[in-house]
């Protein structure tokens, strides 16, 4: 079965956007479905989540105001690929760490 890229973004205060990707190896074969079903249950309204607490990269623009600027980074989507996963992270520590938080 084929890798998993995970796509996120931030948003910052005037709508500026920054994108980018993690891909996981996915050695037990979960499907798109149910990694969905988990990401989901622990979004915040649906769409964001803080990426420091999954272990991912924040995305936050060099000018970054905490006052101004939101703290959270927004789920865009999950899809299989044929790309490499060259991140340090298993899909399997990814799923823990976004259960626990």
Known sequence: ???IKFNYLYRDGANCKNYSFIIFNNPNKLSIEALL??????LIDENW???????LPELYFSGFN???DPT???F???EYTEE???????LTEFISL???H
């Open 1 to 3: 079965m084929p890798n």
């Open 37 to 42: 079903k988990i990401i989901k249950l622990k």
């Open 49 to 55: 989540f803080y990426a420091n607490q999954w272990n």
């Open 66 to 68: 905490p006052y101004v």
């Open 72 to 74: 959270w980074h927004e």
């Open 76 to 78: 865009e989507s999950i």
């Open 84 to 90: 490499e996963a060259p991140e340090e992270i298993t």
């Open 98 to 100: 976004v259960q626990t």
